[in-house]
């Protein structure tokens, strides 16, 4: 599913100029193709990830079953399967949540780091587990009918309820 990362020493496959080394700083741009590469790993760094172009709007999901794998409510961004690199997979578990979802995160840290549609051509990456900068915000909050009665949500954003 997952696509291996290419040798530190290798030059970057979009223009051939800088090494692949080079990708463990965040939002780098890459010069032959002005397409951006974000950065991202769990908290032991035994997995890492890279995604190449813009990341869309994440969104918030304040759903029980977020809420207890992420210990609060779950922000995350749905790119591509194509766009997504990982290495480490090894490292990484999965729950199955629902029929249709499963749940990725570090067998050995714990970290919160996927969100994957079976049945779809995307998946969703946990914003946390991103270096910063991202270059994006938190567009709307979702499934708040389920969110916690210990904190509000009084940022303005379109809450929805499902």
Request: hydrophobic share 35%.
């Amino acid at each position: 599913m997952y696509l291996a990362r290419p040798a530190l020493d290798e030059r970057c496959r979009c223009c051939r100029g800088h090494r692949a080394a080079d990708r463990q700083r965040p939002a780098i741009a890459c010069k032959g193709s002005n397409m951006t590469i974000h950065q991202g790993s769990c908290l032991c760094g035994n997995v890492t990830f890279a995604i190449k172009g813009d990341l869309p709007p994440p969104s918030a999901c304040h759903c029980t079953a977020c809420r207890k794998h992420s210990g609060h409510f779950e922000a995350s961004v749905d790119i591509p399967r194509s766009a997504l690199t990982v290495t480490g997979e090894a490292f990484v578990g999965w729950y199955q949540s629902s029929e249709k979802v499963r749940r990725g995160f570090c067998k050995t840290c714990g970290s919160t780091l996927f969100w994957d549609p079976i049945f779809h051509d995307w998946t969703a990456v946990a914003m946390g587990a991103f270096d910063t900068p991202t270059h994006t915000k938190i567009a709307q909050h979702i499934f708040v009918s389920e969110k916690g009665d210990y904190y509000d949500i009084a940022d303005g954003l379109p809450q929805n309820q499902s």
